[in-house]
């Protein structure tokens, strides 16, 4: 019963934690306030998290882990344009937006922050490669493609937009990068 009463705790801790993002930012966010949202003292928040910063890494991380996927259509064209739009909508939508936000700021460079941004990409690489292993197989996409540096083609427009430009990126300019990544993989630029 303890360690279920535990997950309970924990999974109210990082929803107060990604509410009090969205509403504060991370400026003004608290562990005090996150403490006081999921209804419980902050020395159980302190107990799991010694700082606001690996609250919020595992807060976000946890979301995001299940909001990421590229469906398995057949159609590998189609099927990561979705995948890309899914992923803008959600780094512009309600949870995303603030962690830009903080990565924009100095929090960015904070260790917590930077190991959080890595274990982030990395299981998006997950995802990517399980499909590409798919395109590879049924002759969508050249053997020998690397979903590291697929990856790293098909999501830095993305990144540059929100990070450097400050714009949110439409539909159309998803479809347009996710077409951009797969011409330089046929053309074995990703090898």
Known sequence: MTARRGEVVRQAVLAAALAELAERGY???SVEHVAVRA???KTTVYRRWPDRESLLTDAVLEQA???FA???TGDVDG??????RALVA???GPTGRPLVAMLRSDAGRLPAVVQA???FLAARAQVLARRLASAVEAGQVPAGTRPDVFLATLVAPVYLDLLVLDRDP???DCDRWAKVALAAARAHLLA
Request: aromatic fraction near 4%.
């Open 39 to 41: 209804g419980v003292h």
């Open 90 to 92: 959600w780094l512009t």
């Open 27 to 29: 400026a003004d966010l």
């Open 79 to 84: 099927d990561l344009a979705v995948g890309l």
């Open 65 to 67: 882990a299940g909001d």
């Open 70 to 72: 590229i469906p398995d």
């Open 170 to 172: 439409a539909p159309e």
């Open 117 to 119: 941004r890595r274990r």
